[in-house]
């Protein structure tokens, strides 16, 4: 084996998650940090996301992404003991905190740390994880890959496009492929509902007059060296496709915005834990996994609408990390939550009965006028939708004559027509 370098903290990640987590975890005194980029630059997804609307709560002020990664990265320069390693893997993590990493340069390096920091975002889901029919032609992209392709290449993908799915990412493309002299000719969205943030639907479908076609979806792909258009047809309350009321869509270019996976094969390597329904680590209050000196945070643990509850709960991993290796974190009292009605996810899925912790949950089915019950506290939702985050800060009243589990729930609302 290698030599075995240690050090204090390791970050996997130099996307927002990471980039706010060892900055945390240097300002709170850690003094030997390790952070693994395996792209060329810093920012992660950030630097491909030239639109605005970025740290409007976190920075107070409007933003694009590369401008709000740039935030971090001048920060990060501020603090010499965090060692950056950019076009570096991680190609092994150990449930004792040993990390390989491997590049072009030094070759295969192990490092051991006393913490981990678990950042590595996620990734688009793929044509083959949706099975739909059809020949297989150029011409079909994930929609992050164009927003590759256009805002880091410079390249156009075709000249008629047909988006499948209603994620933030495809919504923000289907403008930007409209601003770039492209006809989108529909959205499809599986569900009856979108699954992006409705300021999007409003400012990137809406106000560029593209269709957006609910409980439809693509059963077929018509073309064979490149794509020549699609069949759509809606489906039933079963999202089973009724295929007498199909019809074709021309386009040169089928782009997916069908979900993110949170990327955890090294969280699995590690033996830690991960939720089934959101696809990221088990965490607590302080964003430590159920391994011990292991912390995860952003998109790994739960995919955000925003990055800037990406960097807030980042910081919190930082500091809890800091706090673990310098010994100050007693074993406290967790209590894990339990999805009642209309609750699909809850992250942190446990939280510590003696201090405040916010906590993200997403709905199950769009509604308005509920009430969320949290325990013993309670508050208000006028409109509640699966593709947008409900906050609540847990205090510790609200937990109060709970055992075991903390029941959560939204009631007494009135579902969507």
Excluded: W
Aim: glycine share 10%.
């Amino acid at each position: 084996m290698s030599k075995i370098i240690d050090v204090d903290l390791v970050v996997i990640g130099a996307g927002p998650a990471g980039l706010a987590a060892a900055i945390a975890a240097a300002e709170s005194g850690v003094e030997k940090i390790l952070l693994v980029e395996r792209q060329e630059e810093l920012g992660g997804i950030l630097l491909q996301c030239i639109h605005n609307g970025f740290g409007l709560r976190y920075f107070k002020e409007e933003l694009t992404g590369p401008e709000y990664a740039q935030r971090f990265i001048d920060q990060l320069v501020r603090h010499p003991q965090i060692m950056v390693k950019t076009e570096t893997m991680v190609v092994e993590i150990t449930a004792d905190r040993r990390v390989a990493t491997t590049n072009a340069t030094e070759g295969l390096v192990y490092y051991q740390a006393r913490a981990i920091i678990l950042a590595m975002g996620c990734r688009e889901r793929p044509r083959g994880a949706i099975n739909i029919p059809g020949t297989r032609p150029a011409g079909i992209y994930t929609a992050g890959s164009i927003q590759h392709l256009m805002n880091i290449e410079g390249y156009l993908p075709g000249r008629e496009a047909v988006i499948l799915g209603s994620g933030d990412i495809g919504l923000i493309m289907a403008r930007r492929l409209t601003l770039e002299g492209l006809r989108v000719q529909a959205v499809l969205e599986l569900m009856p509902y979108s699954n992006g943030l409705n300021r999007n639907v409003t400012q990137c479908l809406e106000d560029y007059n593209i269709p957006l076609y609910l409980s439809h979806t693509v059963v077929e792909i018509i073309g064979e060296k490149r794509i020549e258009g699609v069949k759509a047809a809606p489906v039933d309350e079963n999202l089973k496709p009724i295929f007498e009321k199909s019809f074709n869509l021309s386009c040169d270019t089928l782009i997916l915005s069908v979900g993110l996976i949170p990327e955890n094969e090294l969280s699995l390597m590690a033996g830690v834990e991960l939720d089934p329904i959101t696809g990221g680590p088990v965490v607590d209050s302080f964003y430590q996994t159920t391994v011990a000196g292991i912390f995860a945070c952003g998109n790994v643990a739960h995919v955000h609408d925003l990055v800037d509850d990406v960097s807030e709960e980042s910081k919190v991993a930082g500091r809890a990390a800091a706090a673990y290796l310098a010994g100050k974190t007693a074993a406290q009292e967790q209590l894990r939550f339990k999805a009642g009605r209309n609750i699909r996810s809850i992250v942190p899925q446990s939280v510590s009965i003696d201090l405040s912790t916010t906590i993200y949950l997403r709905a199950r089915f769009p509604e308005r006028n509920a009430t969320l019950h949290v325990g013993n506290g309670k508050a208000r939702q006028r409109v509640v939708s699966p593709g947008e985050t409900i906050h609540y800060v847990v205090k510790p009243e609200d937990l109060k004559g709970n055992s075991g589990f903390v029941p959560v729930s939204l009631e007494g609302g009135q579902v969507n027509d």
